[in-house]
């Protein structure tokens, strides 16, 4: 589990061990979907124990059952860029790694087998349409490509 403070050593560390030029490629985890399954597995109890404000109000989430996501801190889509770039990296994109088929994985892959061509054109589309921020929040995670610049002004 890391917090905003953790969040921020990792890519200050990230951008010191990369070389000037080089590409980060990283993934980070919205809200919404998480808090969604969190409430699909557990129903009533993840109001009850403020699981779901915990994830809401401050971007947390805590499973102490073994063999399970143990937890995390999630965030918001529009924090992405600017948490990179205020440390000096340069954003070339952010994409939602489930896109536009995040709650249609199953009929997808049965589509695979049933029209492969409709379903490797259906791909295309979620790929041409995971740069669209209006599906980045419902995304189980963001896959974010920066650049650390060549020469950086220090």
Same mark, same amino acid.
């Given at each position: ?12 560390? *990230? ?29 009533? *109890? ?5 699981? &779901? ?5 401050? =971007?947390?989430?805590?499973?102490? +059952?073994?063999?399970?996501?143990? =937890? ?6 529009? #924090? &992405? /860029? ?5 440390? =000096? ?20 892959? /049965?589509?695979?087998? +049933? #029209? ?36 950086? *002004?220090?």
């Amino acid at each position: 589990m890391t917090t905003g403070t953790d969040r921020s050593q990792a890519v200050r560390e *990230a951008r010191r061990v990369l070389r000037p030029g080089g590409l980060l490629i990283a993934t980070m985890m919205p809200r919404y979907m998480r808090l969604i399954s969190t409430v699909l597995e557990h129903g009533s *109890a993840a109001f009850t124990t403020g699981t &779901v404000d915990l994830i809401l109000d401050e =971007g947390r989430y805590d499973d102490p +059952r073994p063999g399970r996501f143990t =937890g995390g801190y999630l965030t918001r889509p529009d #924090d &992405v /860029a600017p948490l990179f770039e205020e440390h =000096g990296f340069r954003v070339r994109r952010l994409l939602a790694s489930q896109g536009i088929l995040a709650w249609a994985q199953s009929e997808a892959a /049965a589509l695979a087998h +049933r #029209d492969p061509d409709a379903y490797q054109r259906l791909l295309d589309v979620a790929y041409r349409t995971a740069s669209d921020p209006s599906i980045h929040g419902m995304s189980g995670h963001l896959l974010v490509v920066a650049e650390r610049p060549e020469i950086q *002004a220090e």
